[in-house]
């Protein structure tokens, strides 16, 4: 559940750019909640922060360094705040097979998708048990049921979130924290170009009762976290199919997935 909103209280937002993370932003404000906004791209966070008004505060961040983690707790108790719900939501993803991918990139994933949020977690999680009341939505992705061809590194560090997240939800049980994992579908977004597949190539392969808006997206975050809920999948059809995922033999599905996948058909 959330804690209940307070004068010095703040939700962290990393990755609050764009997508997702902005449309968790806005969501949070909606519901009256002051927020952090983290990113690397200051000027899309002032941006932003302009359109939510007073309750919005902007700290440029590259999550991808530890040094930029490390002085996240100080930055916002200097602004006078405590984080009273972090929201672990900055990731990327690399696309194509291993064989051809570059190091550097997939160790960059790794530090995004998979280090930031246990640095984090590690960092703020303390002062909420310490106060009795907080919460963490920890952003993961469908592909974190199921090895997922064509994005290896993205699909195991997504896993690696839902199953951190889980732990750690079932180890501050009664602490009056709690812990979510949000588990998206394909959005629109800025996400998928990045990583080098295109909108078009993404709806060709995926059938559009996946496709969920970012704004619905961060609404049933809000509301899964609200709720006390261990692990959010919005959209019935994505439902079923990580059902599905989880049910499904492998020797069946994984060949299934590598001939659809965008990066992997171009071979």
Not at 106 to 126: G, I, K, Q, T, Y
Request: hydrophobic residues 50%.
């Amino acid at each position: 559940m959330l804690p209940a909103a307070s004068d010095r209280g703040t939700v962290l937002v990393t990755g609050a750019s764009s997508g997702i993370g902005a449309e968790l932003a806005r969501e949070f404000c909606r519901r009256g909640r002051h927020v952090v906004l983290v990113a690397r791209r200051a000027d899309k966070l002032q941006a932003l922060a302009a359109s939510l008004g007073s309750g919005a505060e902007v700290l440029a961040a590259d999550l991808s360094k530890a040094d930029d983690r490390a002085a996240l707790p100080g930055r916002v108790a200097e602004l006078g705040l405590v984080v009273d719900v972090l929201v672990n939501n900055a990731g990327l993803s690399t696309s194509g097979p291993v064989a051809t991918s570059d190091p550097v990139a997939e160790l960059n994933l790794v530090e995004v998708d998979v280090a930031a949020v246990v640095d984090l977690c590690s960092r703020f999680v303390p002062a909420m048990v310490s106060r009795g009341r907080g919460a963490v939505l920890n952003v993961a992705s469908v592909g974190a049921f199921g090895p997922l061809p064509g994005q290896a590194a993205y699909g195991a560090a997504k896993a690696f979130v839902l199953s951190y997240t889980q732990a750690l939800g079932q180890e501050l049980a009664d602490t009056g924290v709690v812990a979510t994992t949000l588990c998206p579908g394909p959005v629109k977004t800025e996400f998928g170009a990045a990583a080098g597949i295109s909108d078009a190539d993404a709806e060709a392969a995926l059938p559009k009762a996946m496709w969920v808006s970012a704004a619905d997206v961060a609404a049933a975050a809000v509301d899964g976290l609200a709720a006390g809920k261990t692990v959010v999948v919005p959209g019935a059809f994505n439902r079923v199919g990580a059902a599905a995922y989880k049910i499904l033999p492998r020797r069946l599905l994984l060949p299934v997935l590598a001939r659809t996948h965008p990066s992997l058909k171009k071979r």
